[in-house]
């Protein structure tokens, strides 16, 4: 039996799997997620930031848990429907993210631009969750991910970097600008082999780019007013100084 993708589909004791190198790829970012929301547990930060980040990771392992099993490995014995729990739940995932950066960015944004952004956070779910769910479309839960990756928390993380010089934002930052990877390998179908092929080649940059959002989870502070820089620079030194250096990627990953 063979996807849409083109990977093979192998079997175990008589057990049909289909896509497994991408379920595994799914299943790896399952450990990592599972791994972020231990440590970060067991690191236990106060606040409502680190309570909507661990609950990113718990939900977006749960997402990819069923997005492996019922939406790549066993997709032929349960149909297309059965995308939608992991694809929604995902959703969630995303909107937890938002959350966060919206929480972290609070002193450094007016208050009512704070508020409405956590209405629009509910809005966008709900919109794009019943697109999604209409059209069994999975068009839909890209750009909701774009809009909450690339609207939402990439510019409030570098508004907090270049106001504070916040190193957790630096790097959920730059986390984002990295994770654009993922769409670019699964929207071109660029991939490596039929064994590894442009979902794996996504499913990589994503589980690389979860434990980068752990690492810079770990650095985010409750930010108070001292932190706040009136000169704050320009924004394009800010920009160069988040990037600068032979080292930034070690830097990104801790």
């Not at 570098?158 to 010089?165: A, E, H, P, S």
């Not at 190193?167 to 064994?195: P, Q």
Request: aromatic share 16%; with cysteine; proline share 2%.
């Amino acid at each position: 039996m063979q996807s849409a993708s083109g990977q093979p589909s192998i079997e175990i004791f008589e057990l049909t799997i289909m896509e497994p190198m991408v379920t595994f790829t799914d299943l790896w970012i399952t450990a990592v997620c599972l791994y972020a929301f231990y440590k970060l547990k067991k690191l236990n930060k106060k606040g409502k930031v680190h309570q909507y980040m661990r609950w990113y990771f718990s939900i977006m392992a749960v997402a990819t848990f069923l997005g492996g099993v019922l939406g790549h490995a066993f997709q032929y014995a349960v149909g297309l429907e059965w995308k939608l729990p992991g694809w929604l739940i995902s959703m969630l995932a995303v909107m937890a993210v938002e959350r966060a950066s919206i929480m972290h960015a609070q002193p450094v944004i007016n208050d009512k631009f704070g508020k409405f952004l956590e209405v629009a956070n509910v809005v966008e779910l709900l919109t794009f969750a019943v697109i999604t769910f209409t059209t069994l479309n999975f068009f839909f839960i890209q750009v909701h991910s774009a809009y909450g990756l690339g609207l939402i928390v990439l510019p409030l993380h570098f508004l907090v970097y270049w106001r504070t010089r916040n190193e957790g934002s630096r790097i959920f930052f730059l986390t984002v600008i990295f994770a654009t990877l993922a769409a670019f390998f699964y929207t071109s179908e660029i991939g490596l082999h039929k064994w590894f092929n442009h979902l794996d080649l996504a499913h990589t940059v994503m589980a690389i780019s979860m434990y980068c959002f752990y690492r810079g989870a770990r650095q985010l502070e409750v930010l108070k007013p001292e932190d706040i820089k009136e000169d704050k620079g320009a924004f394009g030194d800010a920009v160069k100084e988040a990037i600068k250096g032979t080292a930034w990627w070690k830097k990104l990953v801790g």
